[in-house]
């Protein structure tokens, strides 16, 4: 199942990775610097739900697409030809990638 993300999903998606990426630096920082652990795990949870809301962007625009047929149940295998995907297994796919993120 290959993803197309229109540019403003795309923009938001990158601007979430972009400020968990950020806040990343900052706890690495926080830590180096010998800083309250209660600001440290404070800003630690703020990256983790940046990534998260990102990576359920993600898979909420594959879903979209799955459901209104911007995706037609097609990917690519190693040598970039068109492999029809079983909507099962795309559907087991999808469950998988939502629970990787609970």
Do not use: H, W, Y
């Not at 990158?14 to 610097?33: C, F, H, T």
Request: net charge negative; glycine share 8%; proline share 2%.
């Amino acid at each position: 199942m290959r993803l197309d993300l229109a540019e403003e999903e795309l923009r938001s998606a990158l601007n979430r990775l972009r400020r968990a990426q950020g806040q990343i630096a900052g706890v690495i920082r926080m830590i180096e610097e010998g800083r309250d652990c209660e600001e440290v795990v404070t800003q630690l949870a703020a990256a983790s739900r940046a990534l998260d809301r990102a990576g359920f962007s993600i898979i909420a625009t594959g879903l979209q697409q799955c459901m209104t047929g911007g995706d037609s149940g097609t990917s690519e295998d190693a040598d970039g030809n068109p492999v029809v995907e079983d909507p099962k297994e795309m559907r087991a796919r999808l469950e998988k990638l939502f629970l990787s993120l609970a």
